[in-house]
Structures are given as C-alpha cells and as structure tokens.
C-alpha cells in the first residue's frame, strides 16, 4: 500500500494537460517561467501553479539564476517515460 500512496500524487499531477505538456518541453531542455509560459500561451500565475505541483511532486527542479528559475525535469527516470509517451501519441494520432 506504502508505493500507492506514495504514486498516486504523482499520478494526479500527471493528469493535467498542461502540466504534461510542461514536462514535454521541459524533456527537451530547461526553461524559464517566461519561456514556458510563451510555449504553452498560458498565462504566468497559471504556468507557476502548475510549476509547484510539478514540483512538489518531485517531477521537476528549479535552480536559482538571477531574479528568476530555471525548471529542469528531476531526472532520466522522468524525461525518458515522458518522451517516449509524447512518440506513442503522435504515431497513433498519424495513424
């Protein structure tokens, strides 16, 4: 039961759209709060909410660069699931 508890607010965080496409570009390389909010054509205020729950998840990281962050995916354990999900939608959206 432990895992399931401990998978399941990752799991939820995992079920918004945005919050998926964030993790897509953020797969590619590491951005700003400005450049994913440009990316997405969302506003800041919700770019940055969906930022937090990413991050209180574990699912990304934020390091400090003058007055702003830069957000980066946690690890290749993320990036590589997340990367290989955006394939498997795009060859069934082909098809």
Do not use: F, W
Not at 24 to 38: D, F, G, I, N, Q
Not at 42 to 51: A, E, F, M, V
């Amino acid at each position: 039961m432990a895992a399931g508890v401990q998978l399941a607010p990752v799991l939820k965080a995992l079920a918004d759209e945005s919050r998926l496409a964030i993790l897509l570009l953020l797969a590619e390389r590491p951005r700003s709060v400005a450049e994913l909010t440009a990316a997405l054509e969302i506003g800041q205020t919700l770019t940055s909410h969906h930022l937090k729950v990413l991050r209180e998840v574990g699912l990304i990281t934020a390091t400090a660069v003058g007055r702003s962050n830069r957000y980066a995916i946690c690890c290749d354990a993320v990036a590589d699931p997340i990367l290989y999900l955006s394939r498997i939608a795009a060859a069934s959206s082909a098809s």
